[in-house]
């Protein structure tokens, strides 16, 4: 087995590069793409893992994606986004592991971090959305490392459901209303959430072998602690799995998420399971995989033993049951009786791992060497008749226990997996086209494939795949042709505002440079639309459309995708119609019954933009010489609006010498008259107002 450390990642697909969707196929099944023995595996990550694994054979690896959402969440444990998925998963098939991927985000989530079950996160819209879109992530970053991967779906959530209502429709759940455009389709309730997360599945990563979590306490009567009945309990977590109306491919069931000793330090002895506990944990276990057709993987095993004297119940050294109670026949005997029993139940693998850090682990997680404190007697708690008296076999914090009985095992011969032959792997032409199994036969996608024939492709199978309502082509608008093989419509992009900076003008046109952003956390396609003068031209890195002084404008093949905190930018110039202004335009725009300069006596020159004409004897012009210089002076003229209404105003006044610069009105001058009139922003005078206006002369 590859246990090296491998340094060498995979080329990172780019971000917006992964939003098209996969092409949607049914997904993968356990027989023929996950190990065909019974076999065990344990929780691993990056951080020196697979040399934690060292000589110990296994067929798998599980790892925790968590971290509620934010800045802590999984996507950024790594650079650049998402690429510690990329490097375990990398690892994982490197060293010939088959991952399993636990995906436990709704409890760390905001705002309600921490709540379990996570009921009120599941009512949130924007967490919820925020939640799907990491989900797609995920699916995306799997479906570029091109492998089988299982996906551990919320541990514990489904339990919440079941034990919240039996039936999934009366859990709450902000799917439709959580605004993805993938999920408008879907109850906002359990099984609007359980389908949406299957039908994602289908479309992004259809090699995810998705599992639901099975809890047994979840009917309210806990299977251990409250004696209940193995039977009618797996009928009722049955019939809610059946409930859900959403096909998950294999069922996680766990022993306790901590050791029993830390449980017992902690107050909570009755947490030590007996031997007729594990038959009946059995049972319920075989009665439901038997209903439901489904194996089982039992995950987050304790890893604690009672007999070595490392594991004396100190911190990261407690005491468990589980570990002796399948692997110390297989060690002094090889008798696999035990494991045997289990795998006739359903179960397919054992996945050991500790559900928090201060659990025994498999390593030397606590770095103090080989341990061998006294022995306790712990025998009156733990159900057995020995002390913990065994030498440590090696510095593991578990003393070597859980180590020595998986090599044990395998050395003794694996327990073959009692599957039955599938279709691409039994060696018989099942479809009658010459060819048979996988690769030879196109219809099969892999050796654990069920069936040989080619399918339909999913605009012509009959079937409302993304269950929009509308079903093939050429009804369903996701649907390019009848060969087209994914039914679902593509996310509509989104409006981004646009920012126009003007680049040159020339009165009779401009061109004008036009940037987006995106300043949201996610990936996106990007929109805009905004208002021109005039009709555009000529338009560059964008495709777009004018109606009327509206533009609405999208990215090229290459730039029509924005990374969270990107920018695009594009160009475009425009012609524009060549106004002339009021007082040279052949209209009478103030409707005094005459028309332009000199006619109009609102104009003051042909360049005039208004013919309104002033109000006469309202307004009074008074000029302030500033300073004097002799040969010439500045002066600033106040005019004053003496009428009960706002005034278009113009002011005639004789000055000395002609006019060598005048701002903050319109002037013209012949000899010693000067005539003006307010700029466009400045024109009117309010009642009772004033406005200004200053110039100087030479004499």
């Known amino acids: 087995m590859m246990n090296k450390y491998s340094e060498t990642l995979r080329n990172v697909i780019l971000a917006f590069a992964l939003t098209a969707p996969a092409t949607a196929v049914l997904a993968l099944p356990m027989a023929g793409n996950t190990p065909p023995v019974l076999s065990f595996g344990v929780g691993n990550n990056p951080a020196g893992g697979i040399d934690r694994i060292g000589d110990m054979p296994l067929g798998y690896r599980y790892q925790y994606f968590t971290g509620g959402l934010g800045a802590n969440d999984w996507r950024h444990w790594n650079v650049p986004d998402g690429a510690f998925a990329d490097l375990w998963l990398n690892e994982s098939r490197e060293a010939g592991l088959m991952p399993v991927v636990t995906y436990y985000e709704l409890v760390h989530a905001a705002p309600h971090v921490g709540e379990d079950p996570p009921f009120r996160n599941l009512q949130e819209p924007s ?32 339990g919440g459901m079941q034990s919240n209502n039996s039936d999934p429709a009366q859990t709450p759940v902000a799917v439709a209303s959580s605004g993805l455009p993938q999920a408008a389709a879907y109850e906002n309730n359990a099984r609007g959430y359980a389908k949406l997360m299957v039908a994602l599945r289908d479309q992004y990563a259809p090699k995810v072998i998705l599992g639901w979590h099975v809890s047994n306490w979840a009917t309210r009567t806990d299977l251990i602690l409250n004696h209940g009945d193995p039977d009618e309990l797996a009928l009722a977590t049955a019939g809610f799995y059946r409930a859900l109306a959403a096909p998950f491919d294999v069922m996680f069931a766990e022993f306790s998420d901590r050791d029993s000793g830390y449980y017992q330090i902690h107050g909570a002895p009755q947490r030590w399971w007996k031997p007729t506990d594990f038959d009946v944990f059995r049972s ?14 039992l995950w987050q095993i304790p890893m604690g033993n009672t007999l070595y004297q490392s594991s004396n119940n100190t911190i990261g050294h407690y005491q468990d049951n589980r570990p002796e109670y399948f692997l110390q026949a297989v060690v002094e005997n090889g008798d696999t009786t035990r494991l045997a029993q289990y795998r006739d139940a359903g179960v397919v693998a054992l996945l050991f791992g500790a559900g928090q850090d201060d659990q025994s682990k498999y390593f030397d997680a606590r770095n103090d060497g080989i341990t061998n404190p006294a022995p306790i007697d712990n025998r009156a708690a733990n159900h057995s008749d020995h002390l913990n008296d065994r030498p440590a076999l090696n510095a593991d914090d578990d003393g070597g226990f859980l180590r020595l009985g998986i090599n044990s095992y395998y050395t003794n011969g694996a327990l073959p997996l009692e599957r039955p032959p599938v279709a691409c792997a039994d060696g018989v032409d099942n479809d009658g086209d010459g060819l048979s199994d996988f690769p030879a036969d196109p219809g099969c996608a892999s050796t654990g494939d069920t069936s040989e024939s080619q399918p339909l ?16 082509h050429p009804a369903d608008p996701g649907c390019a042709s009848a060969t087209d093989d994914n039914e679902f419509n593509p996310a509509p992009p989104t409006e981004l505002p646009a920012r126009l900076t003007v680049s040159s003008d020339w009165g009779g046109g401009y061109c004008a440079d036009v940037s987006i952003s995106n300043d949201t956390a996610k990936v996106l396609e990007w929109t805009t639309r905004f208002s021109v003068q005039g009709t555009v031209r000529g338009l560059w890195n964008a495709v777009y459309a004018q109606h009327g002084d509206e533009v609405s404008a999208t990215g090229a093949g290459w730039n029509k995708f924005l990374a969270s905190g990107t920018s695009a930018s594009f160009g475009f110039c425009a012609e524009r119609p060549i106004i002339p202004p009021a007082c040279q335009d052949n209209i009478d725009n103030d409707n005094d019954g005459r028309l332009d300069y000199p006619n109009d006596p609102g104009c003051a020159t042909a360049d005039d933009t208004d013919e309104s004409d002033p109000v006469a004897g309202s307004i009074q012009a008074t000029l302030h010489k500033d300073s004097d210089w002799g040969s010439g002076y500045c002066a600033t003229v106040e005019v004053r609006n003496s009428g009960g209404s706002d005034q278009v105003w113009t002011a005639s006044l004789n000055i000395e010498g002609h006019v060598t610069a005048l701002w903050n009105a319109v002037y013209t001058q012949s000899g010693t008259l000067l005539n003006t009139k307010g700029a466009d922003w400045n024109k009117s005078v309010p009642a009772g107002g004033t406005q200004q206006f200053g110039f100087c002369a030479a004499r």
């Open 127 to 158: 967490t919820m959305k925020a939640y799907f879109e990491n989900w797609v992530f995920l699916l995306q970053r799997i479906a570029a490392f091109g492998e089988p991967v299982i996906v551990h779906l919320e541990p514990d959530l489904f």
């Open 284 to 297: 319920f276990l075989s009665r439901l995989s038997a209903e439901l057709g489904q194996e089982v993987i």
């Open 457 to 472: 492709p999913a605009c012509a199978d009959g079937v409302d795949n993304d269950q929009d309502g509308f079903t093939d």
